[in-house]
């Protein structure tokens, strides 16, 4: 396939299986990456490991071996079908483009093209038919938040027709990405084995001022922030997710009220969801629903204490949904807790998925 540009297969063609860039290889999100690379059917011919200057030589392992980590420069890209970047905005926002004139199609996981008309924002299991239309060469892959929730959502919105969400987070540290992790670590063994949490600042006296990417101690503590702050007291966090699931959804006036919570978990985003629909729903059929969605896990009998927690659910691949319960005052709405690796689905699976996506189309006759 070949797309508006004119610049995808070209590289794919000359040497048989497709050759991919990991942009980004030595983050928090990288790693994961190259365990899911070396977990999946083996559809790559090299793997190419690039980061900044300052990693170029370090050796990863992915697929079994040791590969050398290159400096991102132009020549990186030389002879690349398909580059995942998972960098910051500003680096996406100046390399992605430069991935696409060397003839890559990029699969990008920073925020700097999510909402750009020209840029398709995929989730494999609810839109896959979006990859298609990338007028830019490039694919964006959506926030780890709107990614923890969107594949359930998906899936009840293709049976009964979505009318509004409303959703509060429960944020994990690693989506602040390793310093995340670090703040809360530091900060558990600054508490572990106190009495603190009884007295107003206690806990913030005892961790310090430095709290890391957090604008809060997270240690003992839930903090409702995520990101910078945008207009009206809303966060960029709440933006992004509303954003997203408009465009993911195909519904862009689609009513979107969200919270973003930060709680002291390492890694998988819980949400709690009140999702309206167009009619009357039933909680069997929404069971149902779910049951058989693919990449969804049902996990939902409260009688037997059974429901997803970011304890259970992380390292997993699937979106784990429980406390499935009918509104009680609108026949018409669901209240579901859902929970995602943010790691996983929520960054390097979904990312990974889009590529093999990609990939498929390179490799077809
Ligand atoms: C966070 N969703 O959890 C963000 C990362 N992309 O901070």
Redesign the pocket.
Known sequence: MTDVAGRTARNAVRTGRPTLAVVGATGAVGSVMLQILSQHADIWGEIRLIASPRSAGRKLAVRGEEVEVVALTEEAFDGVDVAMFDVPDEVSARWAPIAVAKGAVVVDNSGAFRMDPDVPLVVPEVNPHAVRVRRRGIIANP???TLSMIVALGALHAEFGLRELVVSSY??VS??GRSGVDTLRRQLSLVAGTELGTHPGDVRRAVGDDTGPFPEPVALNVVPW??SLREDGWSS?EMKVRDESRKILGLPTLPVAVTCVRVPVVTT?SLTVHARFEGEVTVDKAREILATAPGVVLFDDPAAGEFPTPADAVGTDPTWVGRVRRALDDPTALELFVCGD?LRKGAALNTAQIAELVASELSAP
């Open positions: 926030n780890c938040t944020q994990a989506g602040a995520a990101g966090e985003h943010n």
